[in-house]
Every structure is written in C-alpha cells, then in structure tokens.
C-alpha cells in the first residue's frame, strides 16, 4: 500500500533558525496536506499542494510539491517558539484516504 | 460555527470494557473520517463514512472495532472487548465533500486508555 515517509523525526533549532521537514510517498499523489499538530492538541489544517512543481507561502512557511508529485518540503524561515508542534504530510493518492506521515516534531529553543 | 465535536476527551476502559467514542461533524459536513495516532506515531486512517453510509473501512480492524453514523445523530466509532493496545488517541475529521481534495477539519479528539 501507499507509504509516505517523513524525515527528521524530531528537529530541535534555536530561536531564530530555519527549519525544513521533508515528506517522500512511494506512489505519484494526486495532492498534499500538511498538518500542524501542537502538544496535546489536534491537527490544523495548515495548506494543500495540487499541482506538479508548487510552491505556496505563508508568511515565514514555504511549501513545496515536487515535480513527479511524489515528495514535499515545509520550510520555516527564522523558527519562533509559537511553531512548536509536530509538523505532518498527509497525501492523497486518488482515493479518499489520506496517508500521514509520521511527522517532524519541532522544538525551538528560546 | 461550532467545529467538529468529539466525545467524551478522555476515557478510560479496563481490558474486555467496551468503548464508545462520539463525533459529531462541523454543521454542513456529511463525510466523516476516523483516525487513530498512537504516541509519536502518525495519525493512522480508519474509516469514512457519509451518512447511513460506510464508504471505506479498510485501515479498520476486522474484529471488535465497528463504525457508524446514523441518519440522526453523530458518528459512533465503538470498540468492544478493549485490549492495552487499544490505548492511543482517537481523531474524527470532517468535510463538507468527498475525498482527499478537500481540507479535513479534525475534532480535538479522545484519548482511550486501556488498564
């Protein structure tokens, strides 16, 4: 079945710092989510990537989908301590499920 | 607009208890998602259902695990004869339409603890 892997498992970043968290499926998906989940809490919707070769912003968030739709970047450009949380990629293959990875848990150190 | 709503947040269960664990959908939202994430793991799908409708209940255990969302009412994901590895967090999300292409709003979940 599909599997979507996510690298690192854990990131710890100073203040100030970037971030970068990597997504890899093992089949072509047809669209990708990604999740923030904080400690103790749900996961947010945080965008989706549809097209081959996207790149979509938000504010210091940069999101990437591949060019064979097959793997994902979030990027975070100088971490505040108010984006800790675990970070997940959840794609979609073209049925309803989405597959998660098992996430980046991001801690930033003040 | 109230969000997905889920209930109870915590429950606890002694092993062979029964748990029933409630999701009400976002108001306009008839697909619901069922979702389990065991400590530093992923969230694992389990079912999705529209109303009165199961669609897929392929990441769903065979045995005691069972799922519904009834014309009336919320989503019942129920677990009969509950083992320790049954502990972990239950999440519901919904959306207004069908599959992946649409945002899922997730419920703040509940957390099943086996003894």
């Known amino acids: 079945g599909q599997q979507v892997m996510q690298i690192p498992q854990y990131q710890h970043v100073q203040e100030g710092e970037d971030f970068t968290t990597y997504c890899n499926s093992s089949?072509?998906?047809?669209?990708i989510q990604w999740y923030k989940q904080r400690p103790g809490g749900h996961p947010v919707f945080l965008i989706q990537l549809v097209k081959s070769g996207e790149v979509k912003k938000q504010k210091r968030l940069t999101f990437q989908f591949g060019e064979a739709k097959k793997n994902s970047s979030l990027h975070i450009t100088a971490t505040q301590t108010t984006d800790v949380g675990t970070y997940f990629c959840a794609g979609e293959a073209g049925s309803y499920q989405l597959t998660f990875g098992k996430g980046t848990k991001l801690s930033v150190i003040p | 607009n109230a969000g997905v709503m889920q209930n109870p947040r915590h429950l606890v269960r002694r092993r062979g208890q029964e748990a029933r664990l409630r999701c009400s959908p976002m108001?306009?939202?008839?697909?619901v998602y069922w979702y389990r994430q065991l400590p530093e793991e992923g969230l694992k799908f389990m079912v999705y259902?529209?109303?009165?409708?199961?669609?897929?209940e392929s990441g769903m255990p065979k045995e005691r695990f069972s799922a519904e969302f009834p014309k009336e009412g919320p989503s019942i994901l129920r677990i009969q004869q509950v083992v320790r590895g049954d502990s972990a967090a239950y999440f519901c999300?919904?959306?207004?339409?069908?599959?992946?292409?649409?945002?899922?709003?997730f419920g703040p979940g509940t957390r099943l603890t086996v003894l």
């Open positions: 108001k306009g939202h008839s697909h």
């Open positions: 259902l529209q109303k009165e409708n199961i669609i897929d």
């Open positions: 089949t072509t998906l047809s669209n």
């Open positions: 999300a919904s959306s207004p339409i069908a599959g992946g292409y649409n945002e899922q709003f």
